[in-house]
C-alpha cells in the first residue's frame, strides 16, 4: 500500500526555534508537497518540488524553507518558528501527470499539528 | 488559473438522509476533477475523481458527475452513515503538477 510517512502527529515548540517537519514517501513520486491547513482557509501550499534538489514556492512561502536531498525525503523547515506558524502541516506526494498537467491524485500524510508557543 | 468553489459548512444530516455539496470549477480546457475526504485526525484521502466530461466518479456509495455545461461537479450520496463525518474536498490541477483545493465542507452525521 502506498504510503507518506510525517515524522511527528503533534509537535511543540518556541518562538524563535528552528523547526523541521519530516515527510517521506514510499512510491517513488516525483513530485512532494507542503501544505498547511487552518480553519476556514483550506490547504494552502506552501512549497512544492518536482525533482531532487528542485523547488517551487507555492502560494504562502513567507517564512519557510524546505530541503530535498533524496527523491523520497522532503522537509519543511521554519527558520525561526513564530507564534502564526501555528497549524497543521500536511505533506503529499504525487507521480508526474503526463504533458505536466497535474491530473494525478495526491497521496497525504497524517499530518503534524504543530503549536508555536 | 484554474479555481473551484464549495458550498460552506458544516453540513448536519441524520443518518439515512440524502447528501449533496455543491462544487463548481472554473478551469482552462477539460482537467481532472477531484473529491478528497479528511477524515478526524487524519490526512486527505482520495475519495473519487473524474477525468473528462460526463464522467462519473464513484466510490464508498458516493458519487460525482463531471458536467461541464454547468462546470459543476457535486458530490452525493443516496444514504449517509455516521462514518461519513468528515471534511469534504473538491479540487482540480492548478497549473504544472500542482492541486487547487476548495476551502473544504464538514459534514456531520448524527444518528
Known amino acids: 500500500d502506498v504510503k507518506v510517512t510525517q515524522s511527528s502527529r503533534y509537535l511543540v515548540k518556541r518562538t524563535g526555534e528552528k523547526v523541521f517537519l519530516e515527510c517521506v514517501q514510499d512510491?517513488?513520486?516525483?513530485?512532494m508537497f507542503w501544505y498547511r491547513q487552518d480553519p476556514g482557509l483550506g490547504l494552502r501550499l506552501i512549497y512544492f518540488?518536482?525533482?531532487?534538489?528542485?523547488?517551487e514556492k507555492g502560494d504562502i512561502p513567507e517564512g519557510y524553507s524546505v530541503s530535498r536531498e533524496k527523491k523520497e525525503r522532503f522537509s519543511l523547515i521554519l527558520e525561526s518558528a513564530s507564534t502564526n506558524q501555528t497549524s497543521m502541516y500536511l505533506c503529499?506526494?504525487?507521480?508526474?501527470?503526463?504533458?505536466?498537467?497535474?491530473?494525478?491524485?495526491?497521496?497525504f500524510g497524517d499530518g503534524t499539528r504543530l503549536s508555536i508557543l | 488559473g484554474n479555481s473551484v468553489t464549495q458550498m460552506e459548512g458544516p453540513v448536519t444530516l441524520s443518518e439515512e438522509a440524502f447528501l449533496t455539496i455543491n462544487c463548481t470549477y472554473t478551469?482552462?480546457?477539460?482537467?481532472?476533477l477531484f473529491w478528497y475526504v479528511q477524515y478526524p485526525g487524519e490526512g486527505l484521502q482520495l475519495l473519487l475523481k473524474?477525468?473528462?466530461?460526463?464522467d462519473k466518479g464513484s466510490n464508498k456509495g458516493f458519487e460525482a458527475t463531471y458536467r461541464k455545461e454547468t462546470t459543476s461537479f457535486h458530490l452525493e450520496k443516496g444514504s449517509v452513515q455516521v462514518s461519513d463525518s468528515a471534511v469534504y474536498f473538491c479540487a482540480l490541477p492548478g497549473g504544472g503538477n500542482k492541486l487547487t483545493f476548495g476551502t473544504g465542507t464538514q459534514l456531520k452525521v448524527e444518528l
Open positions: 512510491m517513488d513520486h516525483e513530485n
Open positions: 473524474a477525468t473528462k466530461a460526463d
Open positions: 518540488s518536482y525533482d531532487v534538489k528542485m523547488k
Open positions: 503529499a506526494s504525487s507521480p508526474i501527470g503526463q504533458s505536466g498537467v497535474g491530473n494525478q491524485p495526491q497521496h
Open positions: 478551469a482552462t480546457g477539460y482537467p481532472s
